[in-house]
């Protein structure tokens, strides 16, 4: 759940802000912020996130 929600949140504000914008162009910005998260968790999991950023 702590992954999904903001997931959610986040392509909706894509989708809002999107709004008149050509499917593809839609299409990769959500690809990009995709693959923008999944780094991030990634690069957490494994341990190479500096640790002054993460939560307490």
């Known amino acids: 759940m702590e ?3 903001p997931l959610i949140i986040g392509l ?3 989708w809002l802000i999107g709004r ?3 499917w593809n162009a839609k ?3 959500i690809l990009v912020t ?3 998260v999944v780094l991030i968790v990634l690069l957490e999991r ?3 996130w500096p640790e002054s950023w993460r939560r307490s």
């Open 46 to 48: 494994g341990g190479y």
């Open 34 to 36: 995709l693959a923008v």
């Open 12 to 14: 909706s504000l894509i």
């Open 3 to 5: 992954i999904v929600i």
């Open 27 to 29: 299409l990769r910005t």
């Open 20 to 22: 008149g914008v050509p």
